[in-house]
């Protein structure tokens, strides 16, 4: 199926802007791009509360912002964004935690962790994890109670909360009771066949991932760990059940579609969809994209089952 008429326009107009392409471009001049976009998304949705903190992490702290609905929290949600661990913001991602605030009923967490090539792998990583920590210790005072736990991230954040996932059960906690992966990252296999298909070359292709690679793990035997790369861990039994997102056009489409597959394999519950006529970060382009309001809608409605079903008591 061809892109939606939507995202070809968006596809048109940055095209006429005459912004190089991502990979030629430097981290800094990258993380102008962000900055654009967010001016595009507008404002979200006013919420309960918004409230500004710092995570303590191995050589320094990191920001994160706390967003609260106007009633108890059902739920409390760390979200780690995208960017290929090398560029994205709080502030990129506000409008779309508003809106998943509104929408879920859940107060949502945006984790700043520390980009590459500043700091290369395994920083996100470490920090992801120490700000799921940092959460949960904090819980009751965020929500109230002490409510199910959510993770979830797009891209590089979808990465992210895949290998979070991978270290809780590890750990033996925390207790998570949902990992959200939107068009995550799984896997350094740059020549699989979504990686070299001319159709999925688009604001995201095989060459920006290349450099966004270089940039965040640029050892080869790192990118092998399933920190870095979760789809290599031996064994997915026991993680919390999935909801996976892909999109049609989009160079990590088949690496997302085949962590679904192992999960599934080991016995772990997951709900997937691969959305059709979209390209790789239609999630996050709130108020831009139709496609990242269906996207939205459909993460809202799975959250919204999952939680129903834990309230359900067994009979």
Known sequence: MALDEATTAFLTQMAESGRPPLHELTPMEARGLGEALREMYGSGPEVGGVTEDTVPVDGGQIPVRILTPHGPPRAVIVYYHGGGWVIGAL????????????????????????????????????????????????????????????VAGDSAGGNLSAVVAQRAKAEGGPAIALQVLVYPVTDADLDNASYVDPANQLLLSRDSMIWFWDHYAPEPGDRKNPDASPLQAPDLSGLPPAVVLTAEHDVLRDEGEAYADRLEEAGVPVRRRRFTGQMHGFFQMVNLLPGAAAGLAHVSDEIDRHLAAEQTPAR
């Open 91 to 150: 502030d990129e991602y506000d409008t779309l935690a508003r809106q998943m605030v509104e929408r879920t009923g859940a107060a949502v967490v945006l984790v700043d962790y520390r980009l590459a090539p500043e700091h290369r792998y395994p920083t996100a990583p470490n920090d992801a994890w120490a700000a799921l920590r940092w959460v949960d210790e904090r819980i009751e005072r965020i929500a109230g109670a002490r409510v199910p736990l959510i």
